[in-house]
């Protein structure tokens, strides 16, 4: 792979815009084909309020932070660290779906939830 591919491949695309069909909530986040995806969490910064940290994919629970431990052990496809980042190692086609994060507090309040649609640019095959 050439080194304009590399980059490209490196780094994600963001629109705030959703296409039909998706959450109007959402933010719709490229990844890469057979590249690690880390989902930040836009303007959230860990304090000591924060209590548990949720990822669901398409409602399925994924990852949960409480305090500074991990409740899921790390996966072959998914790490959560402590700030809250979900990274998804490798992606393949079927990591496409709707990704969405909540953060409580120590008394369950909720502080924070955010909705992500992440989709995935491959590699277009040219006939020869």
């Given at each position: 792979?050439?080194?304009?591919?590399e980059i490209?491949?490196?780094?994600?695309?963001?629109?705030?815009v959703?296409?039909?069909?998706?959450?109007?909530?959402?933010?719709?986040i490229w990844?890469?084909?057979?590249?690690?995806?880390n989902?930040?969490?836009?303007?959230?910064?860990?304090?000591?309020?924060?209590?548990?940290?949720?990822?669901?994919?398409?409602?399925?629970?994924?990852?949960r932070?409480?305090?500074?431990t991990?409740?899921?052990?790390?996966?072959?496809?998914?790490?959560?660290?402590?700030?809250?980042?979900?990274?998804i190692?490798?992606?393949?086609?079927?990591?496409?779906?709707?990704?969405?994060?909540?953060?409580?507090?120590?008394?369950?309040?909720?502080?924070?939830?955010?909705?992500?649609?992440?989709?995935?640019?491959?590699?277009?095959?040219?006939?020869?």
């Amino acid at each position: 792979m050439n080194l304009a591919c590399e980059i490209l491949a490196s780094f994600l695309l963001i629109f705030t815009v959703p296409t039909k069909g998706e959450d109007p909530e959402s933010t719709v986040i490229w990844g890469a084909l057979d590249h690690d995806l880390n989902l930040d969490i836009p303007g959230f910064q860990r304090s000591d309020m924060v209590a548990d940290i949720y990822w669901n994919k398409n409602k399925d629970k994924i990852a949960r932070i409480r305090k500074e431990t991990p409740l899921y052990e790390p996966t072959a496809k998914y790490d959560l660290f402590t700030n809250g980042t979900l990274k998804i190692k490798t992606l393949m086609r079927n990591d496409s779906g709707l990704y969405k994060v909540e953060v409580y507090n120590s008394k369950g309040v909720n502080l924070l939830s955010k909705k992500f649609y992440l989709k995935i640019q491959g590699k277009t095959l040219t006939p020869k």
